[in-house]
Nanobody, 115 residues
Framework: QVQLVESGGGLVQAGGSLRLSCATSGSIFSLNGMGWYRQAPGKQRDLVAAITREGSTDYATSVKGRFTISRDNAKNTAYLQMNSLKPEDTAIYYC?????????WGQGTQVTVSS
């Protein structure tokens, strides 16, 4: 079955950087779209960044210019490079893989940005 495992979260000071990874298995990764979402306590899960199988990207307004989504089809892994982190970026970050028929989610990784 399809499995997604996020890693790379942690505690960082404001202005710092983190790189999240989403390793997938059980799917034809190169054919699927990938997305990063985040959910803060008491809030809904929102899209942070997405990348199509062709490599086109899209970002939430709040992270444009600070975050970069990428993918390595040889490693079946998607990444989210997060720079200039702010306390409001604190959330659980989830990756999602979409094959056009179904979405698959990882278990999430906590990102905490201290002021």
């Amino acid at each position: 079955q399809v499995q997604l495992v996020e890693s790379g979260g942690g505690l960082v000071q404001a202005g710092g950087s983190l790189r999240l990874s989403c390793a997938t298995s059980g799917s034809i990764f190169s054919l699927n779209g990938m997305g990063w979402y985040r959910q803060a306590p008491g809030k809904q899960r929102d899209l942070v960044a997405a990348i199509t199988r062709e490599g086109s990207t899209d970002y939430a307004t709040s992270v444009k210019g600070r975050f970069t989504i990428s993918r390595d089809n040889a490693k079946n892994t998607a990444y989210l490079q997060m720079n200039s982190l702010k306390p409001e970026d604190t959330a659980i970050y989830y990756c999602k893989e979409s094959n056009g028929w179904r979405d698959y989610w990882g278990q999430g990784t906590q990102v905490t940005v201290s002021s």
